[in-house]
């Protein structure tokens, strides 16, 4: 049975339009999950609905196989950082991190123990006495963190934490956030709009779409085999043609034949990436096509051509070895096991 489990969650703010429509979502004990998608997927009101700050239209939200739907936020006890750190200006890094003991009426011993434990743990020790506008971005960001773990939460909630920091600090902070997560073994669901952010931390993925998840799956699987167009589209797929399966298992766009992975669709669309499609010396009767440059762009290491072809312009990055002009003639061919059907 999955540590977390959200089943058939619909939230509306108005009553009538469901931002989250009968959404399922099951966490192993110990997993980081991260819920990606574009600005209104419904990924950051997924969160809320799992911290306690929304309440559901329907379904029911269970944590241990204890339903948590209708417990109070102060009663969760979830670790939660967000995107803007919300540390108190005034407390010095030590006190910040035991706030949430001190909430619970710990005695002081236990407190110093367990902060300063967690300090080293976050490698903050030597900042302890220290007000959080006297530290960097990536800093604060790891106190928040401290706080966040130091009750020892059932579950971890990161909104966009990552979202203020500069790109060189975010590569940092995502290597330090996923050791901790994976030292402490807590369960952790992560809110990110960013692709490779996302990518790079989690063990499994949720992309999410008009309120629900389009494909729950490990970084590999989606990034290698998208389930959707939209799925396809958001991680980098450009490339998209209509086809219909034939009764030999190929599939046609126009008088053009393909072969893919196996499937059982009728009508499909098949996607490639730009960087898979091979510029060959002639094309073939099968996984191939003709076309001429209409753009030419220069990436830095390679150029990236835009191929007017009879089914469609198709997007194909060169590997630089040998240049083509725009107005040319280039002969593709589309691998077999690079094509997705979605």
């Known amino acids: 049975?999955?540590?977390?489990?959200?089943?058939d969650i619909c939230v509306s703010y108005d009553g009538k339009t469901n931002v989250l429509e009968g959404l399922n979502l099951q966490i192993n004990e110990g997993e980081l999950v991260s819920l990606l998608g574009p600005s209104g997927c419904?990924?950051?009101t997924t969160l809320r609905?799992?911290?306690?700050?929304?309440?559901?239209?329907?379904?029911?939200?269970?944590?241990?196989?204890?339903?948590?739907?209708?417990?109070?936020v102060h009663k969760r006890n979830f670790g939660i950082v967000f995107q803007s750190y919300a540390l108190f200006p005034h407390l010095t890094v030590f006190e910040n991190v035991a706030f949430g003991l001190k909430m619970r009426k710990?005695?002081?011993?236990?407190?110093?123990?367990?902060?300063?434990?967690?300090?080293?743990?976050?490698?903050?020790?030597?900042?302890?006495?220290?007000?959080?506008?006297?530290?960097?971005?990536?800093?604060?960001?790891?106190?928040?963190l401290a706080r966040a773990l130091v009750i020892e939460p059932k579950l971890l909630l990161l909104d966009e934490p990552l979202s203020n920091l500069d790109a060189k600090l975010r590569i940092q902070m995502r290597v330090e956030i996923k050791r901790l997560q994976k030292k402490l073994?807590?369960?952790?669901?992560?809110?990110?709009?960013?692709?490779?952010?996302?990518?790079?931390?989690?063990d499994r993925v949720a992309i999410m779409n008009g309120g629900v998840i389009e494909q729950y799956d490990t970084p590999e699987n989606i990034y290698a085999k998208p389930k959707t167009e939209f799925v396809a589209r958001f991680i980098g797929f450009e490339n998209f043609i209509s086809v219909d399966r034939q009764d030999?298992?190929?599939?046609?766009?126009?008088?053009?034949?393909?072969?893919?992975?196996?499937?059982?669709?009728?009508q499909a669309?098949?996607?490639?990436?730009?960087?898979?499609?091979?510029?060959?010396?002639?094309?073939?009767?099968?996984?191939?096509?003709?076309?001429?440059?209409?753009?030419?762009?220069?990436?830095?290491?390679?150029?990236?051509?835009?191929?007017?072809?009879?089914?469609?312009?198709?997007i194909v990055n060169g590997d630089g070895n040998k240049v083509y002009e725009t107005g040319e003639t280039l002969h593709l061919y589309l691998p077999e096991n690079k094509i997705v059907l979605v």
């Open 185 to 202: 073994g807590i369960t952790t669901i992560f809110v990110t709009h960013d692709q490779e952010e996302c990518f790079s931390i989690s």
């Open 106 to 144: 710990m005695d002081k011993a236990t407190i110093e123990q367990k902060v300063n434990n967690m300090l080293e743990i976050c490698g903050l020790t030597e900042y302890k006495d220290r007000l959080p506008k006297q530290m960097s971005g990536g800093q604060r960001q790891r106190v928040a």
């Open 49 to 72: 609905v799992v911290a306690g700050y929304i309440d559901t239209k329907s379904g029911d939200f269970l944590v241990g196989g204890q339903n948590y739907t209708k417990i109070p």
């Open 269 to 314: 669309k098949i996607t490639i990436r730009p960087d898979d499609i091979l510029i060959v010396d002639e094309a073939s009767n099968l996984n191939s096509i003709s076309g001429t440059i209409q753009v030419r762009t220069f990436l830095g290491k390679s150029y990236q051509y835009e191929v007017s072809t009879p089914i469609g312009n198709l």
């Open 1 to 7: 049975m999955a540590f977390v489990d959200l089943k």
């Open 248 to 266: 030999d298992g190929t599939y046609k766009a126009l008088d053009y034949i393909f072969k893919c992975d196996n499937s059982d669709l009728k």
């Open 42 to 44: 419904g990924k950051t």
